[in-house]
């Protein structure tokens, strides 16, 4: 799946990352007792990630997808954000949890926290796996979080370089000369 040389680090082994969706599963499963929720995937990092935890979560559940894409690849996200798939349903009145592989900057969730809240959701709430919580440039709020990282590129369990890498059970560090600093979805 990739070269060991490659790997500078193993950052969340799969058992962990196993563990902490299941709590997650439960947690959310406490909070949404009674509901029906709408959980929204941001492709394509999150699939992975959504795929375990929708296991996990045992009230009823729509999962949809949103797919989205930073303006201004090069190295940074601008948080302005274009709509490549646009979510099947309608929204209005549903409680909502948007599901992301990782938190960067904030800009483009906060870009998709506005566009979401103004089709008037009951709620809206935010599930990420991974957050670099030193690099937020925006404060955005968080319900759920799998687990705060430093700020190194990592791939694996729905996290891509140059579109490769996702299928990785585990999270990883590349070593920097493998990747220079770009962003995907
Ligand atoms: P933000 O707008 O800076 O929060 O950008 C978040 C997006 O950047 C994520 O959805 C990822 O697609 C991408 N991204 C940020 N850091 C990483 C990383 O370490 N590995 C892979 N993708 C990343
Ligand atoms: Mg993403």
């Known amino acids: ?17 196993k563990k902490r969706v299941e709590q997650l599963g439960e947690q959310i499963s406490h909070d949404y007792q009674g509901k029906e929720l709408f959980c929204i ?8 990630f959504l795929a375990d935890l929708a296991r ?3 009230v009823p559940m729509v999962i949809d997808f949103i797919s989205i894409s ?4 090069s ?12 979510l099947d349903e309608n929204i209005e009145n549903k409680d909502v949890l948007i599901v992301e592989d990782i938190i960067d900057t904030g800009l483009t969730l906060d870009y ?42 990592v791939v694996g369990y729905g996290l891509d370089f140059n579109g490769l890498y996702r299928n990785i059970p585990y999270i990883l560090v590349l070593k920097p000369e493998y990747y220079s600093n770009e962003l995907t979805d």
């Open 112 to 153: 998709l926290l506005r566009m979401l809240q103004s089709r008037k959701p009951a709620s809206l709430k935010v599930c990420t796996l991974l957050n670099k919580k030193e690099r937020k440039k925006i404060k955005i709020p968080i319900d759920y979080c799998g687990f705060d990282i430093p700020d190194k590129f």
């Open 41 to 48: 995937g941001v492709l394509r990092g999150a699939i992975v």
């Open 75 to 86: 190295t940074e996200s601008s948080g302005v954000v274009r709509i490549l798939k646009d």
């Open 56 to 58: 996990n979560i045992k």
């Open 70 to 73: 930073s303006y201004g690849i």
């Open 1 to 17: 799946m990739i070269e060991q040389k490659m790997i500078e680090e193993i950052l969340i082994p799969e058992n962990q990352i």
